[in-house]
């Protein structure tokens, strides 16, 4: 999961809203938290396989959807006196051109699970799909943000499990990847954003709450990462991962740390599939016991298996997936 910019700023300084950008730093702080927790599983340093967690999974999904929220409230502040279309477009070609160099850097980072419509690229498409919504009536944009909401229980075809479809949401089939926002059931979130705008505008004008300014520092510091969220976004987590792994370098990875990392990445993969994260989790673990049982399991930590002890590891891994025969 990751974080999202807002789309075009205000026409100008005094139309800004700074209890908007402290809310969206304060959702970046949330992400923070859930970034640095991915890593620290990604790298085997904590037990957790904070990928399949519920807890987890759930705190993702709220950051995401307050993010998306906050893009729907955005559009509609940075157009209430119209469409500054040189700012728009210029705003859309920074958040596209970001999504574009994280799919690029993921694909050669992580090939298998790299990010090919993440929070961003839901950014980018969200601003343009939401613009027509901003002149119709309040209650058509909250009928077509549930219609958004529902779209995905209610269609079905084999057509869009295709992985070329994949991006609009409706596909059935596992998606192996590491951020994942599709169009639909997220775009609900932008247009919620415009139904909440658009029924508080009204009294926010010439309000405290218009008016109101961060005064500590922690505030200034948390409104000013909500008004630059895109660079932070891009530069976040190249630092963190770039902190654990100098951490790793100079404290070498104990024998523990090795099985967690076995664990881990046997969970990442099954997670991939049909499975829940318990019964993945009880498939790693009985494959770990078999491999030890056979002798294989020095090899198989140090990549040492030869085509046999591949196809025996395949064979154990295949017995743990058995349901276990009746008594």
């Known amino acids: 999961m990751s974080a999202v910019p807002p789309p075009p700023a205000a026409p100008s300084p005094r139309l800004r809203l700074e209890a908007v950008d402290l809310a969206r730093g304060l959702a970046l702080l949330a992400m923070f938290v859930f970034h640095f927790a991915y890593d620290l599983s990604y790298f085997g340093l904590i037990e957790t396989h904070v990928p399949s967690e519920p807890g987890w999974r759930w705190f993702a999904r709220l950051i995401a959807g307050s993010f998306l929220t906050?893009?729907?409230?955005?559009l509609v502040l940075a157009t209430r006196t119209g469409l500054n279309r040189p700012a728009f477009l210029k705003r859309l070609a920074m958040v596209s051109g970001a999504a574009a160099l994280v799919t690029l850097a993921t694909y050669f980072a992580?090939?298998?699970?790299f990010i090919f419509f993440g929070i961003l690229h839901h950014v980018t498409l969200g601003s343009v799909l939401a613009l027509p919504f901003l002149r119709l009536p309040v209650a058509a944009v909250a009928v077509a943000a549930i219609v958004a909401f529902a779209l995905p229980v209610l269609v079905a075809h084999p057509l869009l499990d295709q992985p070329a479809l994949a991006w609009l949401g409706f596909s059935r089939a596992p998606i192996v990847t590491a951020d994942f926002v599709p169009v639909f059931p997220?775009?609900?979130?932008?247009?919620?954003?415009?139904?909440?705008?658009?029924l508080a505008l009204p009294r926010l004008v010439g309000s405290r709450f218009a008016a109101w300014r961060p005064a500590s520092l922690p505030a200034r510091i948390v409104a000013w990462g909500g008004r630059h969220s895109l660079l932070v976004y891009l530069v976040h987590q190249p630092v963190f991962i770039g902190a654990l792994m100098l951490a790793l370098q100079l404290s070498p990875s104990p024998p523990a740390s090795q099985e967690r990392g076995f664990m881990l990445s046997c969970q990442s993969s099954c997670a991939a599939g049909p499975l829940g994260a318990e019964a993945c989790e009880?498939?790693?673990?009985?494959?770990?016991d078999s491999l030890k049982r056979e002798g294989l399991w020095a090899a198989t930590l140090a990549d040492r298996l030869d085509e046999v002890g591949r196809g025996r590891?395949?064979?154990?891994a295949q017995a743990c997936l058995r349901p276990a025969a009746p008594r």
Do not use: D, H, K, Q
């Not at 906050?70 to 955005?74: A, F």
């Not at 997220?186 to 658009?198: E, I, P, Q, S, T």
């Not at 590891?313 to 154990?316: G, I, N, P, Q, S």
């Open 186 to 198: 997220w775009f609900g979130c932008v247009l919620g954003g415009v139904v909440l705008a658009r």
């Open 70 to 74: 906050l893009v729907g409230i955005s």
């Open 282 to 288: 009880r498939l790693c673990v009985c494959t770990a």
């Open 110 to 113: 992580m090939p298998r699970s």
């Open 313 to 316: 590891v395949t064979e154990l």
